[in-house]
């Protein structure tokens, strides 16, 4: 998929906003702006359930206290998704 780069003027407070979601969000600025737009125009969008905004929070909050005890990728592909 091919990207644009944008340069967005935004009032201070749309901008603590934002911020504030990222960083409750786990997500970058872009993915913030990406699903604004998305919802905008009417795009389907994934809304993760409670139950896995909570496991979600669980395991960052293991990462955080253990970095080491985190998985790869493929690891947990493969547990999902076992050929």
């Not at 970058?28 to 009417?42: D, I, K």
């Not at 790869?72 to 493969?78: A, F, K, L, P």
């Amino acid at each position: 998929m091919a990207v644009k780069k944008v340069a967005v003027t935004l009032p201070e407070e749309l901008f603590d906003m934002v911020e504030r979601l990222r960083e409750i969000e786990h997500r970058s600025r872009s993915e913030v702006f990406q699903e604004a737009l998305r919802r905008y125009f009417g795009e389907p969008v994934y809304e993760p359930s409670e139950e896995e905004r909570r496991l979600l929070d669980e395991a960052l909050a293991d990462v955080d206290r253990e970095p080491d005890a985190s998985r790869s990728w493929d690891e947990v592909r493969t547990d999902l998704w076992p050929e």
